[in-house]
């Protein structure tokens, strides 16, 4: 399998031109990395014993192989060694180096085999996500039971909300924004669902997402970008993701100056995407309006026999 690693080449005028024997633990920091993140080991992929600079330089290089069969990602929790991109030495995960004693990533999760040395980014590992999270995304984490608001926990400088999920939903799996706490829709492992745009795995995906408003998720880039193609449903359950009372109030005052022929004054039978509720309204070119909720989000369900026109 050929080898990808994206890789900074370090500043030939820092102090890496020093002797490499020993070195204090912040040489090299932020001096070594990729195009994800600044930190001075590679890791030994433990799927195909390739070396990378990191994961997503993994699964990047793996996801171009020619043979289907050979493109896989690499499960972070299963890295055993990686490399000292100070000393080049191999060896066990650990934050410092066996060799040199450069420590090998500021930030250092033992569980997610993680390193990073920009640590402006306040890194902290989310027990109940499993992997490691943002505080810049201002995270929150849902726990397993009923109620209010549960606790609040502070672990160095993260600041998580534990709240808790309706009913019909134990648990919507992932961490999601504190500006949404009481402002979501609860849907079970929402983010353990590929993005419905550009199918990349929500979960432990780098890409801000966002919640819309039946409580599906996808990346923020490709909602914009849907929103820009004027595509306002949603699309796994296609209700509405945005205020549309404006629109249908426009499409009132279309269909109210445009009356049909005489051979088109029927009813239908329709059924709302917004409210899954059933009506049967008059047939209009221009839309059918929800006699429930009344959105013109629908659909048409059964038209009547033309034979009986």
Not at 134 to 159: C, M, P, Q, R
Request: charged share 25%.
């Amino acid at each position: 399998m050929r080898k990808i690693c994206h890789t900074l080449t370090p500043n030939p005028n820092s102090r890496m031109q020093e002797d490499l024997t020993t070195h204090a633990p912040d040489f090299g920091k932020l001096e070594f990395g990729c195009e994800h993140y600044r930190r001075r080991c590679k890791i030994r992929a433990p799927c195909c014993n390739q070396i990378f600079s990191c994961r997503h330089c993994h699964n990047e290089a793996t996801s171009l192989l020619r043979d289907a069969k050979e493109r896989h990602e690499l499960v972070r929790h299963d890295v055993r060694h990686v490399i000292c991109a100070v000393c080049n030495t191999e060896q066990e995960v650990a934050q410092a180096c066996s060799n040199c004693g450069v420590t090998m990533g500021e930030y250092f999760c033992g569980v997610c085999k993680f390193y990073d040395d920009d640590t402006t980014k306040q890194q902290f590992h989310c027990d109940d996500c499993g992997i490691c999270r943002l505080v810049l995304d201002k995270f929150l984490t849902s726990i397993y039971e009923l109620g209010d608001v549960k606790t609040s926990s502070t672990a160095g400088n993260v600041f998580s909300i534990f709240f808790s999920v309706v009913n019909s939903c134990k648990s919507t799996g992932s961490c999601y924004s504190v500006d949404l706490l009481d402002n979501h829709l609860c849907v079970e492992n929402s983010m353990k669902n590929c993005c419905p745009i550009c199918y990349e795995y929500l979960f432990d995906s780098v890409k801000v997402t966002t919640i819309m408003k039946c409580g599906h998720t996808m990346h923020r880039d490709c909602y914009a970008e849907m929103a820009n193609q004027n595509q306002y449903r949603c699309p796994i359950c296609s209700k509405s993701v945005i205020n549309m009372s404006r629109t249908w109030q426009r499409l009132d005052d279309e269909i109210a100056g445009a009356i049909m022929p005489e051979e088109y004054r029927y009813e239908v039978s329709i059924l709302c995407n917004d409210c899954n509720d059933t009506s049967r309204v008059p047939f209009h070119i221009f839309g059918h309006k929800c006699s429930h909720c009344r959105s013109y989000n629908t659909r048409v369900t059964e038209r009547p026999n033309q034979a009986e026109q």
